[in-house]
């Protein structure tokens, strides 16, 4: 399912247009985007939760010339299910 076909489902499901389905999204988006970003935890009952978490530099390899290569130490986004989300998907 892409973005498109998630506003659509939204639409119909919650009896609203596609653009106010559209805006409703690209609002939550942004609001867990920018939480994220500062440092926060967004979690969702039952869906899961967003969290940033830092990964460290390591050693990787050019897989064209197997040269070795250094990756830096990143801030990255990550993504826990919550207990119902996996239930649902058993």
Known sequence: MNKA????A???????TKV????ILNAALDTIKKSVKKGDDVTLIGFG????TKRK???GRNPQTGKEIKIP???V???RP???FKDTLK
């Open 82 to 84: 919550g207990r119902e």
């Open 57 to 59: 530099a390591r050693m």
């Open 5 to 8: 076909q998630l506003i659509e």
């Open 77 to 79: 986004p990550k993504f």
């Open 20 to 23: 106010d389905a559209e805006n």
């Open 10 to 16: 939204v639409s119909s499901h919650a009896n609203v």
């Open 49 to 52: 939760t967003f969290t940033k």
């Open 73 to 75: 130490a990143m801030t």
